[in-house]
């Protein structure tokens, strides 16, 4: 408000005659100045209080628009905040199907009155929120489902209903090499890829495949980088598990291939001439092959050879040891001269191979002595190692069942004992070795998917041909029918 400033008359007196005219003049003077002063002071108060009014009006507009812009960068904060979040889930989810997938693509706004943070059940309100999932939560609400802790990143990645940091989503779910350890890389475009081995299931990078990283020339694992595998004389890698039960030199090897003629004998196919068996090197057998007039090789890596032919071979004569390097050091070869007294002049199997391996390889060679010394004429690639196989795996199956104690075997293994005496005789010798490892078991079950997987036209189809037919005839009506035919009876 203004001051109002009262001022005095300081104007001298006039004469005595003249005082009644002066009182009076005086008079309506002063009512003069009372009612300008007066009416003055009126309206000083108005325009002092219309001036208050608008100053409050004026500051309080003011403060209202600093609120409201406060409040619209806010909300646009929130905005972008919540888009940027969704946006995420497009991009870091893994795969949703069925019904459109779990969640809206774009945020949802909710009135504040309907604003319920879906975290607590809380209302929200005006304060800030999050909006997405199709929901709305607080900010310190909204939490990784593996650590806990509020997400405050712009992406994140969700899993069944559940958000995650991408880190803790990454280190659950993101699949890691078995290999290398590390988490699997994405391909250009974008994809995680990876190898799985069809039986183990190991699951390692694809660069795996290309960078000489070694294989178990036995299991087919890939060499981890924690695990060192050992190198045999003939560039071969076997991991430490299948060494466990390696036989390494034809001494070694000798009581197994007595185990395998009296399996032979239990399904009353006595092998009767004394057929040579000797563990050899790659290298050998591959020479040895290549001097074999007869034989169907069809396998990539040649770990078995029935021979019919004269020839010298170098066996392996003494088990080699483990020196510096994880290398196979000081093992001791000698020649062998083979000589022909009947239609078979020896078996060969490659040295270093697991206890089942070895036999499964013994079993189809053993076939192959069989076929020749009864006289089977000349058969075709599938009708021959298809049978071989079938011998094999029934080999197989009996070891297995053997060693869980059941007396159980296969629909090959069954059949054919119908046909012929029971197996019981190779599965109670087979059961001398005593229980075997949870990891032979399992190597046993590797041999056997092998012989059922196999692509190829004689290896593979020829033993699905001849297991149907052992498994629906028996097997010594199969094998008359193949000395007959030359082909498996449908």
């Known amino acids: 408000m203004f001051p109002i400033h009262l001022v005095e008359d300081e104007s001298e007196p006039e004469e005595e005659s003249d005082k009644d005219d002066q009182d009076a003049k005086a008079y309506v003077e002063k009512e003069d100045d009372q009612y300008a002063e007066a009416h003055g002071k009126k309206e000083e108060d108005i325009y002092a209080k219309a001036h208050v009014e608008d100053d409050d009006d004026y500051y309080a507009k003011v403060q209202q628009e600093e609120d409201e812009e406060r409040a619209k960068v806010q909300l646009e904060e929130d905005e972008q905040l919540a888009k940027a979040i969704q946006e995420s889930l497009s991009v870091e989810s893994p795969p949703r199907y069925g019904h459109g997938g779990l969640f809206s693509p774009y945020p949802f706004f909710f009135p504040a009155s309907y604003r319920i943070c879906a975290g607590c059940n809380a209302e929200i309100g005006h304060g800030r929120y999050l909006s997405c999932m199709g929901a709305v939560w607080h900010p310190e609400c909204f939490r990784c489902h593996a650590c806990g802790q509020p997400i405050n990143d712009y992406e994140f990645s969700v899993s069944g209903n559940r958000p995650f940091h991408k880190s803790c989503y990454k280190e659950q779910h993101h699949p890691k090499c078995d290999v290398c350890k590390k988490f699997i890389p994405t391909n250009p475009a974008g994809l995680i890829e990876y190898r799985a081995h069809p039986y183990w299931m190991q699951k390692y990078c694809p660069s795996h495949e290309r960078d000489g990283t070694p294989r178990c020339c036995s299991c087919e694992r890939v060499e981890p980088t924690d695990a060192k595998y050992i ?35 239990g399904l009353n196919m006595k092998v009767e001439q004394q057929v040579p068996l000797l563990l050899v090197e790659r290298q050998a057998l591959n020479e040895a092959m290549e001097g074999e007039k007869n034989g169907h090789h069809h396998l990539p890596e040649t770990r078995g050879l029935c021979l019919s032919e004269e020839q010298t071979v170098t066996t392996v004569l003494r088990r ?16 062998y001269r083979l000589t022909r007294r009947c239609e078979v002049t020896a078996i060969l199997i490659l040295y270093g191979l697991p206890r089942l391996l070895t036999g499964s390889i013994l079993a189809h060679e053993m076939m192959h002595a069989w076929l020749r010394l009864k006289g089977y004429p000349s058969l075709s690639p599938e009708v021959e190692e298809g049978i071989c196989q079938v011998l094999a795996h029934m080999w197989l199956d009996s070891e297995i069942y053997a060693a869980s104690g059941s007396g159980v075997a296969s629909s090959s293994s069954s059949s054919s004992s119908s046909s012929s005496s029971p197996s019981s005789s190779s599965s109670s010798t087979s059961s001398k070795k005593g229980k075997r490892s949870d990891f032979e078991k399992k190597l046993g079950g590797f041999f056997k998917h092998q012989i059922e997987s196999d692509t190829s036209t004689a290896y593979g189809e020829g033993f699905r041909q ?13 094998l008359d029918h193949i000395r007959m035919t030359g082909s498996f009876p449908y």
């Open 231 to 265: 190198s045999l004389d003939d560039g071969r890698k076997l991991c430490l598990e299948c060494l466990d039960s390696a036989i390494m030199d034809t001494h070694e090897c000798q009581p197994l291939y007595l185990e395998i003629q009296e399996f032979y004998e």
């Open 466 to 478: 001849g297991d149907r037919a052992v498994t629906k005839y028996g097997l010594k009506r199969t």
């Open 320 to 335: 080699p040891r483990i020196g510096a390097g994880y290398r196979f050091i000081d093992m001791i070869t000698e020649p």
